[in-house]
């Protein structure tokens, strides 16, 4: 039997839920954690609802961005290394060219030699080489945090993937 009272409710739950499709990922953080200090069984349908509207979310990303591919990647850089060549090369000595002709400093013979050529690629790839290589050093990938210090979102997320790896057959 419903009451006046419980289609208030029904009422309110299909507004809250409507509500958050329309807020921003850091409001819905906002709500999950007033309504986490809430008491209740209102309370209990509320986290339900934001918990599942974040796993909408989850998954829709998931969806929208492809798997990363190691070897694609890799294969793309190796194209894109030799279609820096190949357009490098002739650009460098178009460009060399251009500057023997307008300035009388640089030699003709010195523009146009493969030697010069070669070196400008060496030092420009090189030069990108260690470029990354610093900024890996300066800017490492991964931080080490303790298990304390994650917030429940984190700790959830950690238990997901070490029971995926388990499922998988690696060892935690």
């Given at each position: 039997?419903?009451?006046?009272?419980?289609?208030?409710?029904?009422?309110?739950?299909?507004?809250?839920?409507?509500?958050?499709?329309?807020?921003?990922?850091?409001?819905?953080?906002?709500?999950?954690?007033?309504?986490?200090?809430?008491?209740?069984?209102?309370?209990v349908?509320?986290?339900?609802?934001?918990?599942?509207?974040?796993?909408?979310?989850?998954?829709?990303?998931?969806?929208?961005?492809?798997?990363?591919?190691?070897?694609?990647?890799?294969?793309?850089?190796?194209?894109?290394?030799a279609?820096?060549?190949?357009?490098?090369?002739?650009?460098?000595?178009?460009?060399?060219?251009?500057?023997?002709?307008?300035?009388?400093?640089?030699?003709?013979?010195?523009?146009?030699?493969?030697a010069?050529?070669?070196?400008?690629?060496?030092?420009?790839?090189?030069?990108?080489?260690?470029?990354?290589?610093?900024?890996?050093?300066?800017?490492?990938?991964?931080?080490?945090?303790?298990?304390?210090?994650?917030?429940?979102?984190?700790?959830?997320?950690?238990?997901?993937?070490?029971?995926?790896?388990?499922?998988?057959?690696?060892?935690?």
């Amino acid at each position: 039997m419903t009451t006046p009272t419980a289609l208030d409710m029904t009422v309110v739950l299909d507004r809250y839920r409507a509500g958050l499709r329309n807020v921003t990922d850091i409001e819905l953080e906002r709500r999950a954690e007033t309504v986490a200090a809430l008491l209740g069984p209102l309370a209990v349908v509320l986290r339900h609802l934001v918990d599942a509207e974040r796993e909408y979310r989850q998954a829709v990303c998931r969806s929208a961005s492809p798997p990363p591919a190691p070897a694609r990647l890799n294969r793309s850089r190796k194209v894109g290394a030799a279609a820096g060549v190949a357009v490098g090369a002739p650009s460098v000595v178009f460009a060399g060219g251009a500057l023997a002709e307008h300035a009388d400093q640089v030699p003709q013979a010195l523009v146009y030699s493969p030697a010069v050529t070669i070196g400008l690629i060496v030092a420009v790839v090189g030069g990108s080489r260690l470029a990354r290589w610093l900024d890996d050093r300066w800017h490492h990938l991964a931080v080490d945090v303790d298990e304390a210090d994650l917030n429940p979102l984190g700790a959830e997320l950690l238990a997901k993937v070490r029971a995926a790896r388990q499922a998988r057959g690696e060892v935690c």
